[in-house]
């Protein structure tokens, strides 16, 4: 019984760092339905979920920035300093505060996700409105076909300028991360 709580405990710090990178494949699913790469989609072995083009370059950036900056080292603090904090057979599973926490935490996920695709979001918006516009300007021709083509233009433009932008949101997935690691450790701890 000892292993088994042991075993949940880790299972639910790890399941919200990991929850915390797949923000990166949400909001690469966001950016992908809105440009039109919606049906490619690979299976990530990781995960076991389909993952599209931009959710894989997100993810991977991400990645990279997580590995650069150092916050691996972060992760493996917290994961040996939670057997300090929570000591061993003392795990406390507080049903409401582990909801309360999963709820805020998934609100902050979807709202993340949408910021992080935002820019391309609010091009594509606009890219519609205008076809809208030439649609009833002018009947005659084909918006999309034509439509098609200008939102994977103008989307893979947005997301190769807005590229830069992607250390500024993995910090905010970082800091994501760490207060959902933390929540989770002082909620099992019983300090919260």
Not at 109 to 137: D, E, H, Q, W
Request: proline residues 3%; aromatic residues 10%.
């Amino acid at each position: 019984m000892l292993v088994l709580k042991e075993a949940i405990t880790g299972l639910l710090i790890g399941l919200a760092a990991s929850w915390a990178m797949q923000i990166a494949a949400f909001a690469g699913q966001i950016v992908d339905t809105d440009i039109g790469f919606a049906m490619v989609a690979q299976m990530d072995p990781a995960t076991q979920m389909n993952v599209t083009v931009t959710g894989y370059l997100y993810q991977y950036a991400f990645m990279l920035i997580f590995m650069v900056t150092g916050m691996h080292r972060w992760l493996l603090k917290a994961m040996a300093e939670s057997f300090t904090l929570i000591p061993l057979g003392h795990a406390e599973f507080a049903l409401d505060k582990l909801n309360t926490a999963f709820i805020s935490f998934i609100s902050e996920y979807v709202m993340l996700g949408f910021r992080i695709s935002l820019p391309i979001f609010c091009v594509t918006l606009m890219l519609n409105c205008l076809l809208g516009i030439m649609a009833k300007v002018s009947p005659q021709m084909n918006m999309f076909a034509v439509g098609m083509q200008i939102k994977v233009l103008c989307g893979l433009c947005v997301l190769f300028l807005t590229v830069r932008l992607l250390p500024r949101a993995a910090d905010l997935i970082f800091a994501e991360m760490q207060v959902a690691v933390s929540r989770f450790v002082s909620i099992l701890g019983g300090t919260a």
